[in-house]
């Protein structure tokens, strides 16, 4: 792997009594590189170190990170499996006893069986995550068509990268959520970043964003807050939220004005440039900056220097992609290095920051509701038949495409699926429109839920399983280059707890379905079928061996075979993934979000991330450090919009939309628009934003605008401050 010029060799320190072992921090999909420490007496994991050998972040780590180790003996461990013995109490953590695991599995195939039996084979459903390595993401899939023969299996990721995803296979025919490897992001000369609030989601990106300054690049921030990255942006553009169609649009438009389009690629190497220059016409900056509120000389200034800078590497996050646009603001974005021909080398290209630290891989093998291993298509029946080898079954037995997650509550609701299989995520905290969310998961007949720790979603549950954490098992990640990188086990599992995979073999041993699961004796047994699986799909995983891993410091998909170093760089030959290897230039007409502001809700809410927490906080709540950083959510206001209402600072206010309301702790801050206010979605029960977000949905993706609705605030009749 090429060294660059951050590389610095600093030995780790070894203490006595003491080993380190070789792994990735357990959340983001930077997957920066750690040692985890082990007390050799005790055989537990004391500490962490990071690691300046791993060539993405050079030792560098965040504060979930540093910390990420005290999950592993964490007192709030589930130790053994959970049986709800008082159904009344579902929705809270009151009702459960220890069971045995042969209990739980007994209760677990006997209601599974009484509900497939009275109602079919898809009255089931299973609900994952990408918290997990590819080997467990696989085996979901499988778990789910194989040993359960449902239809429906969705996961968080739709919550996650799903416009991405749709987005780059429409534009490219590929979903590689980035073109080229991190170590190229400093030595370009412009970054267009938008909706990425990095220094705070993806932090151990920022030595090498803030070194494109220092060399005399550009940075250009589109974002409605002004983040730690939009403050030191050369330009920030601060455009309302739901508005990034336009902008994007506005970008082409001028980048065609200005002739800074690379007219030979266009023609040689895309299609629906015609048709595209129709739609951006009309955005011109003034056109622009009404739909927007960003002003037109930034959006010049913006356009001009990515037209003019020699590379130049657009990025995007969740920002832009949980929208009901999502899907097409991603295209629209990569419109821009697709007309300028900034792509398909070195230092130039696109890249999503993917969110999950297995949210790339976890997308690509099969826990979709319409995918199978590799990124192929369970509509096509070439790709069923190669997976169907695979897993022994005949092609007619595949299970036809479900639905996606927000969808799968809908059926709870109406009782098409009436027993759940979840794992790895928790959709009481994490999904729009909680209110019907807990009352879809109330509506179950049946509900089984594997984690690490008892929670909201838990609540819900009838058996509980206790799973592992990272540092507990092994197999493969595939981090936010395209990098697939190596797990390793650190300590036994605590109590009885068990990887995910080996529950899903027991469980499918037990349903009947050992003949398919029962060979599957070890984590590497897993990685071996599933390997073998990706294969000839174009995520092929099949020379990415763990040795090979180990040698090379990852490697990037596709890998098709043992000799095969994998591929840092996509479309270096400037063949895309479409029939005709050619790119898609995508017309896409802007269209505002599914709510607008009006008299009775005047204001734009948006949600998102802070430093200290990670997701539905199931995990990060619980290391005292990151809960005395940040112990409650908050709403962020602009000062004038808080003389508005006359509320001052750490007020506690009512917030609410259509679906709901909840109480906040109102922050003072210059750093968003007047319209619109923030609230991180970390926090449960009754301090959950998605009491309030809309599940208006994505049509191409499936995915949830979590980045805009309109809200009210209401000041409360007593000043409720606290401290
Ligand atoms: N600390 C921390 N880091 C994380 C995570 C975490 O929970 N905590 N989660 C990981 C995961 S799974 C993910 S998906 C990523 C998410 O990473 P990001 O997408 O960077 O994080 P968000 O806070 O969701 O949103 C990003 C930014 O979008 C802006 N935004 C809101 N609406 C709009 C809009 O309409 N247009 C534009 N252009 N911007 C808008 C917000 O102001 C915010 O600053 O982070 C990963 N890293
Ligand atoms: N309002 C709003 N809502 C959002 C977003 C937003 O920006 N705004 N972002 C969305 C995004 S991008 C995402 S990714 C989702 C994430 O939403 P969730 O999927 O709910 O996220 P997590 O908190 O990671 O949930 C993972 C759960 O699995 C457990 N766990 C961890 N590792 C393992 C394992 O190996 N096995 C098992 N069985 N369990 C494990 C954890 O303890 C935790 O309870 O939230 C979405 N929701
Ligand atoms: S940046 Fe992401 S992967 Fe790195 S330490 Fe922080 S949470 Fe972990
Ligand atoms: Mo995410």
């Not at 250009?220 to 649009?249: C, F, K, S, W, Y």
């Not at 609230?679 to 995915?703: C, K, W």
Request: with cysteine; hydrophobic share 35%; net charge neutral.
């Amino acid at each position: 792997m090429q060294k660059d010029k951050f590389f610095k060799v600093i030995g780790n320190k070894t203490h006595t009594n003491e080993k380190l072992v070789k792994t990735h921090c357990s959340y983001c999909g930077m997957q920066c590189g750690m040692n985890l420490r082990v007390d050799t007496s005790s055989n537990k994991i004391i500490g962490v170190e990071p690691r300046y050998d791993w060539p993405v972040t050079l030792g560098k780590m965040c504060p979930k990170g540093v910390t990420a180790y005290q999950q592993t003996n964490h007192g709030d461990r589930l130790l053994r499996p959970l049986i709800r013995d008082d159904a009344s109490l579902k929705g809270t953590k009151a009702g459960f006893r220890e069971a045995s695991w042969e209990e739980a599995y007994a209760l677990i195939v006997k209601r599974f069986q009484e509900l497939q039996g009275d109602f079919g084979k898809d009255s089931l459903s299973v609900f994952s995550g990408v918290s997990m390595t590819n080997e467990k993401c696989y085996l979901t899939g499988k778990f789910a068509r194989v040993a359960l023969q449902t239809r429906y299996i969705d996961y968080n990721g739709r919550f996650c990268m799903s416009s991405a995803a749709a987005g780059f296979l429409r534009s490219f025919g590929v979903d590689r959520g980035s073109t080229l490897p991190w170590t190229d992001l400093h030595e370009t000369d412009c970054l267009f970043i938008a909706g990425s609030n990095t220094a705070e989601c993806h932090p151990t990106s920022m030595f090498r964003i803030w070194e494109v300054q220092n060399r005399g690049g550009y940075l250009i921030v589109a974002d409605p807050r002004e983040t730690p990255i939009a403050r030191r942006a050369d330009i920030h553009l601060d455009l309302r939220p739901g508005t990034d169609l336009a902008l994007a649009n506005c970008m082409i438009h001028l980048l065609i004005q200005n002739n800074h389009i690379d007219a030979e690629f266009i023609v040689n190497h895309t299609n629906g440039f015609e048709e595209m220059k129709e739609v951006v016409k009309e955005f011109t900056p003034e056109y622009t900056s009404e739909i927007t509120g960003v002003a037109p000389e930034k959006l010049i200034r913006a356009a001009e220097i990515y037209g003019k800078a020699p590379n130049a590497i657009v990025m995007f996050a969740r920002g832009i992609e949980q929208q009901i646009k999502g899907s097409d603001n991603v295209s629209a974005y990569t419109n821009m290095c697709l007309v300028t021909g900034k792509i398909g080398r070195p230092k130039s290209g696109v890249a999503t920051f993917t969110g999950q630290g297995n949210g790339q891989g976890g997308r690509e093998h099969g826990q979709k509701a319409d995918a199978l291993p590799g990124y192929r298509k369970i509509t096509n029946p070439k790709h069923v038949e190669e997976v169907c080898k695979v897993w022994g079954i005949k092609p007619e037995e595949m299970p036809q495409p479900g639905v996606s997650a927000y969808e799968m509550f809908e059926l709870m609701q109406d009782k098409t699926i009436r027993g759940l299989y979840l794992l790895c995520s928790n959709p009481a905290v994490s999904a729009p429109n909680q209110n019907y969310v807990r009352a879809a998961l109330k509506n179950l007949d049946f509900m089984v839920c594997a984690d690490i720790y008892l929670s909201e979603s838990a609540e819900f549950a009838d058996v509980v399983l206790p799973s592992v954490t990272w540092s507990e098992d092994e197999g493969t990640v595939t981090n936010l280059e395209g990098r697939i990188i190596k797990i390793n086990k650190a300590q036994e599992p605590v109590g009885e707890s068990k990887p995910d995979w080996l529950i899903e073999v027991e469980l499918a041993e037990r349903l009947g379905r050992g003949q398919y699961f029962g060979h599957l004796k070890t984590a590497r047994d897993v990685a071996d079928e599933f390997r073998l699986a990706s294969k000839g799909g174009y995520a092929d995983y099949f020379g990415a061996t763990w040795e090979k891993i180990d040698k090379q410091d990852g490697v990037f998909w596709p890998c098709k075979s043992e000799d095969d170093p994998g591929t840092p760089h996509m479309f270096l030959d400037h063949k895309f993934y479409h029939a005709d290897g050619k790119a898609k230039l995508c017309a896409l007409p802007y269209r505002p979000p599914a709510e607008e502001p009006c008299e009775q809700y005047p204001l734009r809410l948006t949600t998102g991330r802070v430093v200290y927490h990670y997701l539905s906080g199931n995990q990060t709540r619980r290391i005292p450090f990151l809960r005395d950083m940040c112990p409650e959510p908050y709403v962020e206001v602009h000062p004038e919009t808080a003389e508005r209402y006359n509320i001052i600072h750490d007020e506690v206010i009512r917030l609410y939309t259509r679906r709901g309301e909840a109480l906040y702790k109102v922050k003072i801050i210059e750093a968003i628009r007047k319209d619109t206010v923030f609230v991180p979605y970390h926090f449960g029960h009754e301090q959950s934003i998605n009491l309030l977000t809309i599940a208006a949905l994505d049509p191409m993706s499936r995915m949830p605008e979590f980045k805009v609705c309109a809200a009210q605030i209401v000041k409360q009749p007593e000043r409720m401050t606290i401290r």
